[in-house]
């Protein structure tokens, strides 16, 4: 099983975006939120190996809840939602982060750093990211590859910064349609353009020879396997 959230862990030092890096230094679960679509759109991009895309039909899609708290004066509060296994948890006083909160899965309770005040709101998110839930560790149930897993999440975190590249560069595509030619006397997005363009066309050969480089991989092990 592959957790989208090691992709994430794999992509974010792929992605120049300082929302993305401050979402993902800050709050996890926002963070995976704004990654989800991303990956989501970049699967297809992945079409190689056979045996590898297959499984990536099979998914578990994120899940999540959020519970909201009157503050009673306490600082443990019993949860009425319960997390899912793996879930990342989150906890809220007066919409700031509380960074000092502590989940005990034990009496599904949160324990706030500090006692929460009659009369102010407090909440609990908590969400699981979701998973390619194939067996990665066969491909057609014919052998095992090693590493096979690690070199699944390098091929979708590369997917996944491709699909967010695509935004980015089609977001300077409107501007620079909205722009006229005096525009461009004081400020030209043109170069800006023209890397984003270069950079998307350099991910996709890269990803496009990772594909192939794992294909060969696979024949060859399986001409071994078998013994021709």
Same mark, same amino acid.
């Given at each position: 099983?592959?957790?989208?959230?090691?992709?994430?862990?794999?992509?974010?030092?792929?992605?120049?975006?300082?929302?993305?890096?401050?979402?993902?230094?800050?709050?996890?679960?926002?963070?995976?939120?704004?990654?989800?679509?991303?990956?989501?759109?970049?699967?297809?991009?992945?079409?190689?190996?056979?045996?590898?895309?297959?499984?990536?039909?099979?998914?578990?899609?994120?899940?999540?809840?959020?519970?909201?708290?009157?503050?009673?004066?306490?600082?443990?509060?019993?949860?009425?939602?319960?997390?899912?296994?793996?879930?990342?948890?989150?906890?809220?006083?007066?919409?700031?982060?509380?960074?000092?909160?502590?989940?005990?899965?034990?009496?599904?309770?949160?324990?706030?750093?500090?006692?929460?005040?009659?009369?102010?709101?407090?909440?609990?998110?908590?969400?699981?990211?979701?998973?390619?839930?194939?067996?990665?560790?066969?491909?057609?149930?014919?052998?095992?590859?090693?590493?096979?897993?690690?070199?699944?999440?390098?091929?979708?975190?590369?997917?996944?910064?491709?699909?967010?590249? =695509?935004?980015?560069?089609?977001?300077? *595509?409107? $501007?620079? %349609? +909205?722009? #006229?030619?005096? @525009?461009?006397? /004081?400020?030209?997005?043109?170069?800006?353009?023209?890397?984003?363009? =270069?950079?998307?066309?350099?991910?996709? *050969?890269? $990803?496009? %020879? +990772?594909? #192939?480089?794992? @294909?060969?991989? /696979?024949?060859?092990?399986?001409?071994?396997?078998?013994?021709?």
């Amino acid at each position: 099983m592959i957790t989208n959230k090691s992709i994430y862990a794999r992509a974010i030092y792929l992605i120049d975006d300082p929302d993305i890096s401050n979402a993902y230094a800050n709050n996890i679960i926002q963070f995976q939120k704004i990654m989800y679509p991303f990956l989501e759109n970049g699967v297809s991009i992945i079409t190689a190996p056979t045996g590898v895309s297959a499984l990536l039909s099979s998914q578990t899609p994120p899940q999540g809840q959020t519970e909201v708290i009157d503050g009673t004066g306490e600082s443990t509060y019993v949860l009425s939602v319960t997390p899912l296994e793996n879930s990342d948890i989150v906890a809220y006083v007066n919409n700031t982060i509380d960074t000092g909160a502590v989940y005990n899965a034990e009496n599904n309770s949160i324990t706030f750093s500090a006692p929460v005040a009659t009369g102010t709101t407090a909440a609990v998110e908590w969400y699981y990211g979701g998973a390619f839930t194939g067996d990665f560790s066969t491909v057609n149930g014919k052998f095992p590859l090693n590493s096979l897993e690690q070199r699944v999440i390098d091929l979708l975190a590369r997917a996944t910064v491709i699909s967010w590249a =695509d935004k980015e560069r089609n977001f300077l *595509l409107d $501007i620079r %349609n +909205l722009l #006229n030619d005096t @525009d461009f006397q /004081l400020h030209s997005p043109a170069a800006s353009l023209r890397a984003k363009t =270069d950079w998307v066309k350099e991910l996709r *050969l890269e $990803i496009f %020879n +990772l594909q #192939n480089k794992l @294909d060969w991989d /696979l024949r060859n092990q399986n001409r071994s396997y078998y013994g021709y």
